[in-house]
T-cell receptor, first 114, second 111 residues
Framework: DAGVTQSPTHLIKTRGQQVTLRCSPI?????VSWYQQVLGQGPQFIFQ???????GRGNFPDRFSARQFPNYSSELNVNALLLGDSALYLC?????????????FGPGTRLLVL | RKEVEQDPGPFNVPEGATVAFNCTYS??????FFWYRQDCRKEPKLLMS???SGNEDGRFTAQLNRASQYISLLIRDSKLSDSATYLC????????????FGKGTRLHILP
């Protein structure tokens, strides 16, 4: 079975632009979480979605938004990009958002903002 | 105090040695705990969950100390392939920002 897939793998944008990142969870998984990982740091939680509803939100500005589709895939949108948004964006899926559920990560999207 | 703290390392350890990492957490209401492994430029992968009674998986042993609010990871008979960054994860479903990663501990196994 395919694991978590993310697209694109790499992206270069300029300040002020908008970006959309995509994630497809493992088949059968209904929960998707998004993380931002800056070089040298651990992943920081951005959002969790389950059954198309937001179940958790990290400490990120409103420029960050996400949604989940009926097929459980998800998009992360970032508006008005800043240089500091340059990072690896990771998507993780789990069957449900239970605290004991293992999260499986995709390979990530590397975003560079110039 | 940071929510989840880890010694960033690097830990440089000879092959075959035993190495241990600790991770402290600040929220006593935290409910579940994990260790993830992340190789350079790769995504994190679950190494093991951490149970209250402690658990072992081959050469790896994880412990939870709720009274002192830390979890530990012990690696015995270390292999070159154990070289990676080890991330501590604390999960509190009662918070909006419920899933908190530490910054990771870098481990280098030396031949």
């Amino acid at each position: 079975d395919a694991g978590v897939t993310q697209s694109p793998t790499h992206l270069i944008k300029t300040r002020g632009q908008q970006v959309t990142l995509r994630c497809s969870p493992i088949s059968g998984h209904k929960s998707v979480s998004w993380y931002q990982q800056v070089l040298g740091q651990g992943p920081q939680f951005i959002f969790q979605y389950y059954e198309k509803e937001e179940r958790g939100r990290g400490n990120f500005p409103d420029r960050f938004s996400a949604r989940q589709f009926p097929n459980y895939s998800s998009e992360l949108n970032v508006n008005a990009l800043l240089l500091g948004d340059s990072a690896l964006y990771l998507c993780a899926s789990s069957f449900q958002p239970d605290r004991k559920e293992t999260q499986y990560f995709g390979p990530g999207t590397r975003l560079l903002v110039l | 105090r940071k929510e989840v703290e880890q010694d960033p390392g690097p830990f440089n350890v000879p092959e075959g040695a035993t190495v241990a990492f600790n991770c402290t957490y600040s929220n006593s209401a935290s409910q579940s705990f994990f260790w993830y492994r992340q190789d350079c430029r790769k995504e994190p992968k679950l190494l093991m969950s951490v149970y209250s009674s402690g658990n072992e998986d081959g050469r790896f042993t994880a412990q939870l100390n709720r009274a002192s609010q830390y979890i530990s990871l012990l690696i015995r008979d270390s292999k070159l392939s154990d070289s990676a960054t080890y991330l501590c994860v604390v999960n509190d479903m009662n918070r909006d920002d419920k899933i908190i990663f530490g910054k990771g501990t870098r481990l280098h196994i030396l031949p």
